[in-house]
């Protein structure tokens, strides 16, 4: 999904070419897993991270065209929403001071952006769900130029035949329609991708199912949403509501949503790509000249290049991803669960739990999959989005137990033992660790400190909400530029 398109329009011809184009993708995969012809993976980690632009008074601002072209920066793309755009920090080993090094590299490639953002009367936020965001802003006239946005809002819309409906309970509730898919622009997260060789990528990608739930539970940073606060990660559940293509009569079928937790632990990459081969009709049949078969007989690496656009199309919260680099190719499992913000070194102690946590529960010799019912751990995940770092998660051997004890007791200790399996280095190891370990102690994450900043102004502004929500955005940001973690911001 990273290029634009070269068409916008599809016939029904162009949809079944595609289809039997995907499974001979299919077909070319499995037969490269058989053959072993992967790079075996050399751990290497990558980040992306979604930000926001806003003007003055902390509203969004349509101008991502302008601010990307000053920029000139292949590192920083645009998003879906004119107001969005995504900064690809270069991958790299974490091992020694390679989170250190992120950092400095996040933080220096958002000063040079944000440089850029003034000119144009703008500023970078880095959260979950912009909150000074109204319902005119999310309409088709904001979606970013470029024939890619413009084909999958077509064909989404086209699919549901219906406009989006939007119902979600929470603390308090938000019901909306929209007749595109342009609401999906108030979703901002990160994404951590980590290689791994073919054989070990089930054992990855099920833990990083079974630690989701407590993810987002510690990085919750979405709680309002048009001015009503909803779930802790908000943007879990609008996600899965503005883009569902299923009409109703779907739904009541049992058509999976392309917004999928999953349904069952897997022994292959290859389970995945069958699944979205199976379960999901094209959205986006651009095809493209290779042969796949005709590549990988003649003892070349395919690209599979409609398998990989087809597979950008179901939104799994965590994505198998096949890529070729230097003329080998390779396995990396993408984990997108988790909220752009609150700071960056929020973010990179995010980051070091989940490569710890996933390096660990990946090689113990009883894995968690193999305790955890798969039911289970999508409950924990529905939990930890809904109730953020006050949720309760069943774990083996501790029953139901709340996220703050699970992670203090059970889970940092084997977040350490992940990163010295990576090598990094103990100091930066004990910080970004230290820092989870003060958001439990504390019980704030971003997700609790805007509802407290909303709470405050509200009480000094006689209950106007939108007004509290404005003025803790704007605090929200000066504090964000500070880099200290959010559970230490003040509120008042």
Known sequence: MGKDLVNAVFSPYD???????????????????????????????????????????AGPIMRNAEIL??????????????????????????????LGDYEHDILDGLRHAAECARKAESRLALIGMLPTLAPEHLVPGNLSAGERFKALNSEIVGARGDDFRIDIRGVERYRGTSDSIAPEAACTSVQFHLQVAPADFARYWNASQALAGVQVALGANSPFLHGRRLWAETRIVFFEQATDPRPD???????????????????????????????????????FDEEPAEVWDAGGIPRLL?????????????????????????LRVENRVLPSGPSVVDLMANAALYFGLVGELAEEECPIWSRLDF???????????RDGIDASMHWPGSGRVPVTELVMDTLLPKAHAGLDRFGVNPAQRDRLLGIIEGRCRARRNGATWQTEAVRAAEQRGNGDRFAAVREMTQRYLDLQRLNEPVHTWPVD
């Open 15 to 57: 949809r079944v070419r595609f289809r039997h184009k995907v499974r001979d993708c299919l077909d070319v995969l499995g037969r490269m897993l058989d053959a072993d012809a992967f790079d075996h993976g050399t751990m290497t980690t990558g980040l992306e991270i979604e930000i926001n632009l806003v003007d003055g008074d």
């Open 69 to 98: 072209t000053d920029l000139c920066d292949p590192r920083f793309q645009p998003e879906l929403g004119k107001f969005n755009i995504e900064f690809n920090v270069p991958p790299r080993h974490i091992a020694g001071d390679g």
């Open 249 to 287: 009569e779907f739904k009541e079928q049992g058509v999976r949503p392309r917004v999928w937790f999953g349904e069952q632990w897997i022994n292959s990459a290859f389970d995945l790509y069958e699944e979205n081969v199976r379960f999901f009709p094209p959205l986006l049949p651009e095809m």
């Open 306 to 330: 409609e398998l990989r656009l087809h597979n950008g199309t179901v939104y799994r919260w965590n994505r198998p991803v096949y890529d070729v680099v230097d003329g080998r190719p390779h």
């Open 375 to 385: 039911a289970a751990a999508t409950e924990n995940f529905r939990n930890g989005a």
